[in-house]
């Protein structure tokens, strides 16, 4: 079985600070990682993935998320934190071809503070 | 271009009614999956469409049902409503799984 863990409900971070939203996997074989942000009332909107190649990935609005593969960790980040940033961020894993099953962790509810 | 379009974007039913969902995938997206999101909590995995039929299911109950018509459009249909199946229901598209999915704004069901 696979499943995400975001272990903080919540992080707070000052505006113009760096920001990391953790995320953890567990998945059987080689695994497809995604960062989804959800604003109020609306869908999901894809950040970034990670399939194979460099450890760094970089996305949408100046994020990144660093895979490591020892630790099973997919974290989010940004340099700079904006105040449009805050929002709910989904870590999902999916499985080997065949499996097109999203787990999504429970979330990490972002604010940044000005 | 159009991203995923669900509808209707809110709706309210009573215990024991039925409800369909309906989802418009993005242009050129031929595989549907659905996905409910429950108040606080993350989106689970309901079902996936491609070439018409159901490819694969995550852990729900009998009482939702799918379907996808030639055009790739898709519906979710749930039966017997219970209040426990008030939830964002979201429906996602995609061309070539490597490229992700693409999430339309969901449908808001409310049981009452």
């Known amino acids: 079985a696979q499943s995400v863990a975001q272990p903080e409900d919540q992080v707070n971070v000052a505006e113009g600070n760096p920001l990391t939203v953790k995320c953890t996997y567990s998945?059987?074989?080689?695994?497809?990682l995604f960062w989804y942000v959800q604003y109020p009332n609306r869908g999901l909107q894809f950040l970034l993935k990670?399939?194979?190649?460099?450890?760094l990935v970089k996305g949408s609005y100046g994020f990144e998320a660093e895979f490591n593969k020892s630790q099973t960790s997919f974290h989010l980040k940004k340099p700079s934190a904006l105040v449009s940033d805050s929002a709910l961020y989904f870590c999902?894993?999916?499985?080997?071809?065949?499996?097109?099953?999203?787990?999504f962790g429970t979330g990490t509810r972002l604010t940044i503070i000005p | 271009d159009a991203g995923v379009t669900q509808s209707p974007t809110h709706l309210i039913k009573t215990r024991g009614q039925q409800v369909t969902l309906r989802c418009s995938p993005k242009s050129g997206h031929d595989t549907v999956s659905w996905y409910q999101q429950a108040l606080g909590q993350g989106p689970q995995f309901i079902f996936q469409y491609y070439e018409e039929e159901e490819r694969q299911r995550g852990n729900f109950p009998d009482r939702f049902s799918g379907h996808q018509f030639p055009n790739y459009s898709s519906e979710l249909n749930v039966n017997a409503l219970l209040l426990g199946d008030s939830a964002l229901y979201l429906c996602a598209s995609r061309l070539d799984r490597l490229y992700g999915y693409t999430f339309g704004s969901g449908t808001r069901l409310t049981v009452v």
């Open positions: 999902a894993v999916m499985g080997n071809f065949g499996n097109e099953k999203l787990t």
């Open positions: 990670y399939i194979t190649g460099d450890n």
């Open positions: 998945v059987s074989g080689n695994p497809y």
